[in-house]
């Protein structure tokens, strides 16, 4: 992929996966003997992503400890938030300060990300690359493991992404933007969701269909069920 720069958002608080996040940031919690930050970094290694920024608060020192004691193939960094917790809007424009204008890839760990996925994130890059505009991976809910998901958005016509009342898509967690969606916003407690609406009133945000599988960590009853599944 030409992209080379991402995030991972690691700074949450992880309650619906309480008691295990009470001593450790949700990103170290292990699925199958591997931790999802780990998951996710040798992941955007295989993609080619060279720089990697992951932001946290929650336990930020156990997850500075991680990256430190580890030697991937890609620079991480960690950003800690100090203080109030700057939310996914505030967090993405506070971490990706150095990469300027560059185009860069904003993962949530939680989501397992595997070998497959690789074609479909190409995909995602070049959909980007195509219209200069945000664009993000979707999956149909019939595909998520987790049935409890409601749905987040529709696609129309020119995979244009909709807000509808009866929503058949679910965000992965998997996006490509640059700084400028953020216009005058300032560093501070915000959602991507507000983001977004803004994109998607003026027809700037586009969508990918993935064809996996969904695993996502969404809750602790969730996490122990997949930590017992086979998952390919």
Partial sequence: MKIKKAIILGAGFGKRMRPITKK????????????LLENSIKFLNSLGVKHVVVNAHHLHKEMVSFIR??????????????GKILDTGGGILNASKK??????????PDTI???GYKKEFRKLEK?????????????????SYDRSFKGDFNLNSKNQILRQKNNKFIFTGAQIIDRSVFKKRKIKPFSINKVWDDLIKNKELFGVTSRQKFFHINSYKIYKKLNKKIID
């Fill in 99 to 108: 990469f300027k204008k560059q185009i860069f890839l904003v993962l949530n």
């Fill in 24 to 35: 450790i940031p949700k990103p170290l919690v292990k699925i199958k003997g591997v931790t």
């Fill in 69 to 82: 004691r580890k030697k991937f193939t890609s620079r991480v960094n960690v950003i800690v938030e100090k």
């Fill in 113 to 115: 990300w595997r070998k």
């Fill in 127 to 143: 959909v980007y690359l195509k219209n200069k505009k945000p664009t993000m991976l979707l999956v149909s809910k019939n595909k």
